[in-house]
């Protein structure tokens, strides 16, 4: 597959995912993958309804599994807790 059509299935997967009631997307970063995993990955940071208003956000990493073309798995970790759904 293509760099190019990788990133776009990537970030489709990303603006596609529900982080959750409360929890918003402040940046995200570029995406990491290798020829020999299906896995890509990214730092997202986050900020949550609760934070400080002047509180850092919080790093966290979103994945994608991409298997023939397809995105067959999405999940953000955050602080060691998965964050949001999928769908």
Known sequence: ???KD???LCDEA????NFGEGVSVEAVNGWEYSNTSNEVTCAV??????DEMDADTHAGTFS???VDGKVVDKSC???GNFVGTPF
């Open 1 to 3: 597959m293509k760099t």
């Open 6 to 8: 990788m990133r776009e």
């Open 14 to 17: 990303l603006a596609d995912y």
């Open 45 to 50: 940071f986050l900020r949550f309804d609760d």
């Open 64 to 66: 994608v599994t991409v």
């Open 77 to 79: 970790q955050c602080e």
